[in-house]
């Protein structure tokens, strides 16, 4: 995250100089030019204060009051009770359920998908006539919107109906049709593989330009070198591609600890897959109780921000260390 | 030999795994009655009802209408603004500029329902509860940062000699980055715009909460909620068939744009 400072240094003296009036010195243009930079970054600042900022500082004053969604302007001052109160966020069972499932969720799929991207990445950086098509096919499960994978799923995990039970039947692998999304020893994983087949080629592409990245000469050198392909990979490609990877890794891993519409979707309130932020909206609207819903909101947000500092902090070090 | 044979079969799965369920989606979309729970993938009769339904018992060519005008509106915001502030963050040297970036990134991370209460809040006061503007209002919150930071890397790679030219020909800021820098960032504004356009077509949660009539709903919030006469019979037909039309238009796109969404979301997050 390293930024580069390219102005334009105006203080040269060029041969085009004099067009610049000779009576205000190049201070006074470097300060104009800042001020217009303020200027210009200030409407997009603006709106995001608008859509971030003030509703998320409303999230947290409402998490400390005891509104509800049909009388918001009706409401008690509460201190701290929809956290640590008898009914609050903290004290109830179905918020650690979903905490924990949301934590399970975010390990598993993101290690499925960084191993399973890897893999399509490094099929796709191989010269071949399936190359083409390769890249086009996992294309398309990337644009596929989320609640439309979704319903896809749902309909092809149908019981007793869908596509892959009649198979599975008709092969004899499993008796009797499974409850893909009722079965709530079942539903997590079919969460898990649904959300893998619809982000693997996200981090696939990132893990690809990555791998396109490593000089092709490292490669050549090894060949003559006569090391076997395995072992470049290990001790060559995998630390090069490293860094890459574990950005692609965090940013994948920060989207999935707020994963909402293919559970919501898939599994609705099915205990066995609520998120925390299905738990969050469950709260808000469902129940119409704002206080508590923006308290648990707060709180996701809180061990988003605690991740990403931690993990910018980190990579700072560690760049430091380099230097 | 042996490696090559089973890369090819390794492609060959992926591409398999990757296209099934849209293939399947497709051929359930035209099937009827028993034909959809026999279990066969080709319909024994191939029948339009699905798509006529939709169209004629659900406002779903509104909520058509919808999604594109919402994506619409989104992405057009979301340029023009980052374009500007593309410029300042830049390529303009000033205190205060990585600070911005950083919370400009950190809200990207922001989880959407952490803002909802107060979006709510704020889309009620202005009287856009149940309207598209709420939802054209809100999806700026992942747009935005988004356009931002990738344009504001492209930026950055301008090289300096247009723009000093530009200033000494007395040319003020609109026309350096209307008329200078926009002509040269043409592939990073379709890579980001395609982008912010698929995610504001996708997105699920805001339309959900700030719609309540189903003339204002997008094709999402359509699709999740289209429902049989009773929860255990899923018009499945119709699902599908809502499923395929809403997709088939951003596979094409994403098809015809494929160089420039790679190199959209790769500025998005390794360069960055």
């Known amino acids: 995250m ?96 979903s905490v924990g499932n949301t934590l399970l969720f975010t390990a598993c799929s993101v290690t499925l998908e960084t191993l399973l991207g890897l893999g399509v990445a490094l099929l796709l950086n191989q010269r071949s006539r399936l190359r083409t098509a390769l890249r086009a096919a996992v294309l398309v499960p990337w644009a596929i919107p989320t609640v439309v994978s979704a319903k896809m799923w749902s309909w092809m995990l149908h019981d007793p109906f869908g596509v892959i039970n009649t198979f599975l ?12 999304t009722a079965d709530p020893g079942l539903s997590f994983v079919t969460i ?103 308290a648990a909101a707060t709180l996701l947000f809180l061990t988003i921000a605690v991740i990403t500092l931690a993990w910018l902090m980190a990579t700072r070090s560690r760049l430091r260390e380099l230097e | 030999m042996m ?31 028993s034909d959809l729970f026999g279990g066969d993938f080709w319909p024994s009769r191939v029948v339009l009802s699905n798509y006529r339904s939709l169209f004629r018992d659900q406002p779903f060519g509104t909520n058509l209408l919808n999604s594109a005008l919402v994506a619409g509106v989104v992405v057009a915001l979301s340029l023009g603004l980052s374009l500007l502030s593309a410029w300042a963050l830049g390529r303009v040297r000033f205190r205060g500029r990585q600070a911005l970036l950083l919370s400009i990134l950190g809200v990207s991370m922001l989880p959407h329902v952490a803002v909802l209460a107060g979006l709510f809040e704020l889309v009620s006061a202005l009287g856009l509860y149940d309207h598209l503007a709420a939802m054209m209002l809100s999806d700026l919150l992942f747009t935005l940062p988004f356009t931002v930071w990738v344009l504001t890397t492209f930026m950055r790679e301008l090289p300096k000699e247009l723009e000093e030219a530009a200033l000494l020909d007395g040319a003020g800021v609109f026309t ?97």
């Open chain 2, 176 to 272: 350096l980055v209307f008329r200078v820098f926009l002509p040269l960032l043409w592939p990073a504004l379709v890579a980001t715009g395609l982008l912010a356009f698929i995610g504001a077509w996708n997105e699920f949660l805001f339309a959900l909460s700030f719609t309540l009539s189903s003339d204002e709903r997008t094709v999402p919030v359509a699709i999740a909620l289209i429902s049989g006469s009773s929860s255990y019979e899923l018009p499945w037909g119709n699902i599908m068939a809502a499923s395929v039309i809403v997709t088939l238009p951003l596979i094409a796109l994403v098809l015809a744009f494929q160089r420039y969404i790679v190199s959209g979301l790769t500025a998005g997050a390794v360069k960055g």
């Open chain 2, 3 to 33: 490696l090559a044979a089973l890369r090819r079969l390794a492609s060959l799965a992926v591409i398999a795994v990757s296209l099934f369920p849209l293939a399947y989606a497709i051929s359930t979309s035209f099937k009827q009655g």
């Open chain 1, 2 to 97: 390293e930024l580069r400072d390219d102005h334009p240094s105006l203080k040269q003296p060029t041969a085009a100089a004099t067009a610049v009036p000779r009576s205000r010195p190049a201070g006074t243009l470097q300060r104009a030019r800042r001020l217009q930079a303020w200027g210009l970054v200030l409407p997009t600042l603006a709106v995001l204060a608008a859509v971030a900022g003030w509703p998320l500082a409303r999230t947290v004053f409402f998490s400390l009051t005891d509104a509800r969604l049909s009388a918001l302007g009706e409401r008690r001052f509460v201190g701290l009770a929809n956290y640590l109160g008898e009914t609050g966020v903290l004290a109830d069972p179905q918020w650690w359920a």
């Open chain 1, 192 to 294: 898990v593989l649904v959300d893998v087949w619809k982000t693997t080629p996200f981090m696939a592409l990132l893990t690809l330009a990555a791998l396109q990245m490593v000089p092709r000469d490292i490669y050549e050198a090894a060949q003559v070198d006569g090391v076997p392909p395995w072992r470049v990979f290990v001790h060559l490609t995998l630390p090069l591609i490293m860094p890459a990877l574990q950005v692609a890794m965090v940013f994948r891993a920060l989207d999935a600890l707020r994963v909402f519409d293919v559970i919501y979707v898939m599994t609705a309130n099915s205990r066995a897959t609520r998120s925390m932020s299905v738990y969050v909206r469950e709260q808000l609207i469902d129940f119409q109780k704002i206080g508590a819903g923006s």
């Open chain 1, 169 to 180: 039947v008709a092969s004899g692998l499993v008796a009797e049709p499974l409850a893909w």
